[in-house]
C-alpha cells in the first residue's frame, strides 16, 4: 500500500486533493493531507483513503514521523520550507514533488539525491511547471522538424474571467497577493536580438508588449525577473531573443506603473506609523504638499502628470484608498497596499478566475520566417476550484501518479523538461480540458 | 609635547594638514600624517613637526603604537573603517575626530568613551560638521529672540566654480564619485506641514525645489535619505516642515532623472560581461531593441521621452558613451557609469571648486511670518585646495585645536550641535573667509 503526503492544503490545493483522492480510491493508495489549519479539509477525509492531518513544520518530531510514514512527499508549503522538507526527505529516502522554484539551497541537493536514488521534482505546477511543459513541447517539435529558432518568448497569467470581471483593473486574486503586489522588484533580465538587456523595476511596467490571446482580446505581456537561465534549461543556447513574462489584461500595467512610481510597492521599509494611519493618510505620505486644498484624485493626478480622464486614474480612484484605520503595526508600503488590494481584488465565491498562458516562438526553415503561438487558456469553476487550482495541481497530481507508478526514471533535483515526463502530462491534461491552441504563421 | 595623529589624507585633507601644521609649529605640538599612499605628501615633513607614516588599518600593530603615541586621533579615513579605529582609540583612551557620521556602530560607544573621559567628536566636517553648526547658530539665534519655528530646510552641494564649469551638467567632483553615484538610493523621507512623506529613489530627482543662492543664481535642492532624525539632533521637536537635502545647479537632477530611469545608478547586481563591454554596449543593454537603425542619442530620446533638443538630451550626449572598453571586471552598473564619470567631471588643476550651502527657517514671531535665509559660498584655490578640503578640513582641524587646549567640555559620542562647540568654530571659519550670509524678509 503506497502513502502519499501532501503538506500544504492553501488556495492551489483542492483541486489537487480531489485528483489523489480519486487516484487514491482507484489505486488503492492512502493520502494524508498535512497543513496548520486543516479544520476546513476534515469533510474530505474517508477512512483508508484520505487521512486529514493537523501539522506544521514546526512538530518537527511529527513532521519527521508523518514523512518517513510515507512513500512520497508533495508539498504545497510555502517554498522558503521547501528546504528543510527536502532534507528530512533525504534523510528517510523519500521522493518529493514541489510546485516551487529550484532555489540554489535545493540545487545543492542534487547529489545526495541522486546517490539516495531519490526524485526530488521542482517547478511541477503551473508556473513553474506546466509553462516548462508547454514550451519544451513546442521547442521540440520545432526542432524534430529542423526549425531554427530565432525568439522564443512566455507569458503566464493567473487572472479573472471575463464574465466575473466587475473592476476597471481586470484583475482579481487567484493566487498570492504579497507575489503579486512584490512582482518585478530588483532589475528585470533578458535576451533580445543578442544582447543582454536590462530593465529596471520602475521602468519595468511601462515596458510591456501587447499580446492577442485567441479570440479573448489583448492582454500585454512584462518581463519576468531573469529569462537568461532558460537558454540552459530549455536547450536554447545561441537564440538571440528570449523572455519570460507575466501577462495581464491590457491596461493593468500602465496603471500599476503608477502605484510604482508612488513608492506603494516599497518593501524594504516599514512606515512607523501605520497603526496610526489610514488608506487615504497612507497614500498621501508619497504625495508632495500643495498650497491650496485640493481632492487627493486632483493631487495624484498633478503629481503623476495623469489627465483627469485616463484610464490609469480611473483605477487609482476604484481602489479609494478609503480613511480607515490600515490596523497594520509596524507595516511596509507593500504590505499596506497588499491589505488594500486583498479586498478590492478577492474573488467573490462564484468567480471563475482564468489561467492564461503564451508562447511565441519565431523560426527559420525552408528559407523562411515563420511563428508559432500556443495558447492555453482555462477557466475556474468558483472561488474554490480554481484554474490555479487546477493548472497547479493537475501537472503536481499527474506526475505524483506516474512516480508511484514507476514510471518516471530521472533522479536528483528535476524540473519536468524532459519530454518522457512532459509529454504524458500534457496528454492527461487534455482529458481535463488543459489543451494548448497552436496557430502557425510566415512572416517573412 | 602633544601628539596629533591625522589617519587618511586623501581629496579632503590638504587644507586640514596645513592648518595642523601651522597650529603645531605655533603651539609645540607634533603632527602625524598617516596615509596608505603616503609618498605624495613627504614635501609636507617638518623635522619634530610634521612626520608623513606609510600606514594602512592592515597593518594593525603598526596602526596601534601609532595611536598609543598619539593625544588626538583624526580620521579621515573611510567610514567603514571609524568602529575598529573608535575601539583601539576606546582601548588606549585617545580622543578621536572624523568628519563622517555617527553611525549605530559608533553611537553604541558612547558610554564607554564618557566613562573612559574620552571625546569622540563625529560629523565635524561640511555635510556632516558645518551644516549641523550653522544650522544650529540659525535656529538658536530665532529661538533667542522668541520666534517658534514652523519650516527648517537645508541644503549643502560641493559643486564647480562658474569660471571653471565647462560642460552641460554644471558639475565636477570635489569628493568621493561613488557617492555622488549612489546618492539618494532607497526612500527619502521628511516632514511637510506636520505629515511624513516619503519620496522614492525613481522620483527622487523629479521632486527638486529650486534655490536662489545670493547673486550666484537658480540651484536646485533634491531630499536626502532621511531628514526625521534632526527634530532632535537640531531640538526641533513639534516643527511641521523638516527637510535636509543636496544641491546641485539647475537642470542636473532633471538630466540624472534620465541616468536613473535608464537603470545605470544601480549598485544590487553584476554586470556579467562586464570586461567584455563598451560603454556604448552598457548604454545599449538599457533600451529595448529597435526594428530599424537608429542612432543611441535617437533610441535614448524615444525610450526616455525626451524632446531632441531638450537639455537632458545635450548633458546625456555630452557624456558620449563612447564605444570603448569599459576594462572593468563584473562591475555593477553604478560602478561603470562612476569610472565614465570620474573621467567627465574631473577637476582640472587650475579648476576651482565651489561649495554652497543654504538654510531656511520660517518662523512666527510677532504675529507675522518670517523667513531667515543663511547662505554660504565658498570657493576653490585649485584642485588641490578646494572648498570641499577647506569645508570638511578647517572646522575638523578648528575643534582638534580647542580639543588639545581643553575647550572642549563634552565626553562620548557627540555631534558639534552645542554652542560652546560651535560658536568657536563658526567664529574662526570666519577668518578663512568662510561666513555665512543672511537674508531676512516677512511672508505674511
Redesign the interface.
Known amino acids: 500500500m503506497k502513502n502519499i503526503l501532501l503538506l500544504g492544503a492553501g488556495r492551489s490545493a483542492p483541486v489537487l486533493i480531489t485528483y489523489l483522492r480519486n487516484q487514491a480510491r482507484q489505486q488503492g493508495w492512502q493520502l494524508s493531507v498535512g497543513d496548520a489549519m486543516a479544520d476546513h479539509l476534515q469533510h474530505l477525509a474517508l477512512p483508508g483513503i484520505l487521512r486529514v492531518l493537523p501539522i506544521t513544520v514546526a512538530d518537527e518530531n511529527g513532521m519527521q514521523q508523518e514523512i518517513m510514514a510515507a512513500d512520497l512527499v508533495i508539498s504545497l508549503l510555502p517554498a522558503a520550507l521547501h528546504p528543510v522538507i527536502a532534507r528530512w526527505c533525504l534523510q528517510y529516502k523519500k521522493h518529493l514533488i514541489t510546485a516551487s522554484y529550484a532555489s540554489p539551497e535545493i540545487k545543492a541537493l542534487d547529489g545526495a539525491a541522486r546517490e539516495a536514488g531519490l526524485l526530488f521534482m521542482m517547478e511541477a505546477g503551473l508556473d513553474p511547471g506546466l509553462d516548462h511543459m508547454s514550451a519544451m513541447a513546442a521547442i521540440q517539435k520545432i526542432k524534430r522538424a529542423g526549425g531554427v529558432l530565432t525568439a522564443f518568448k512566455s507569458y503566464t497569467g493567473g487572472l479573472v474571467a471575463p464574465e466575473s470581471d466587475t473592476n476597471p483593473w481586470h484583475y482579481k486574486f487567484s493566487w498570492n497577493p504579497r507575489n503579486v503586489v512584490l512582482a518585478g522588484q ?2 528585470a533580465r533578458y535576451l ?2 543578442g ?6 523595476y ?2 519595468l511596467f511601462k ?1 510591456v508588449e501587447p499580446l492577442q490571446v485567441l479570440s479573448l482580446g489583448v492582454f500585454e505581456g512584462y518581463a519576468n525577473r531573469d529569462s537568461l537561465p532558460y537558454r540552459d534549461a530549455y536547450g536554447l543556447s545561441g537564440i538571440p531573443t528570449l523572455l519570460r513574462g507575466t501577462l495581464r489584461r491590457q491596461g493593468f500595467c500602465q496603471a500599476w506603473h503608477q502605484l510604482v ?3 506603494l510597492t ?1 518593501d ?2 516599514v512606515l512607523e ?1 501605520s497603526e496610526q494611519l489610514t488608506y487615504r ?1 497612507f497614500l ?6 500643495t498650497p491650496c486644498p485640493q481632492t487627493w484624485e486632483q493631487r495624484v493626478a498633478d503629481y503623476l502628470g495623469l489627465a483627469a480622464d485616463s484610464a490609469e486614474l480611473d483605477r487609482i480612484k476604484w481602489l479609494a484608498f478609503p480613511p480607515e484605520a490600515i490596523l497594520l503595526p509596524q507595516a511596509t ?1 507593500a504590505q499596506v497596499l497588499e491589505k488594500l488590494l486583498t479586498r478590492k481584488w478577492q474573488l467573490a465565491p462564484d468567480d471563475k478566475d482564468l489561467v492564461v498562458m503564451q508562447h511565441i516562438l519565431e523560426y527559420q526553415s525552408g528559407g523562411k520566417h515563420h511563428r508559432l503561438t500556443a495558447s492555453l487558456v482555462v477557466r475556474g469553476e468558483d472561488a474554490r476550484d480554481t484554474a490555479m487550482a487546477k493548472t497547479v495541481g493537475l501537472p503536481v497530481g499527474i506526475i505524483a501518479k506516474r512516480m508511484l507508478q514507476g514510471q518516471i526514471a530521472q533522479r536528483g533535483v528535476v524540473i519536468p523538461t524532459h519530454a518522457d515526463i512532459y509529454e504524458p502530462v500534457l496528454a492527461e491534461l487534455e482529458h481535463f480540458g488543459i489543451r494548448f491552441v497552436e496557430e502557425e504563421e510566415v512572416i517573412s
Chains 1, 2 share one sequence.
Open positions: 530588483g532589475t533580445e536580438q544582447q543582454v538587456k536590462f530593465i529596471p520602475h521602468q515596458r512610481a508612488l513608492g516599497a524594504d521599509y506609523n493618510q498621501e505620505s508619497f504625495l508632495p504638499a508600503p
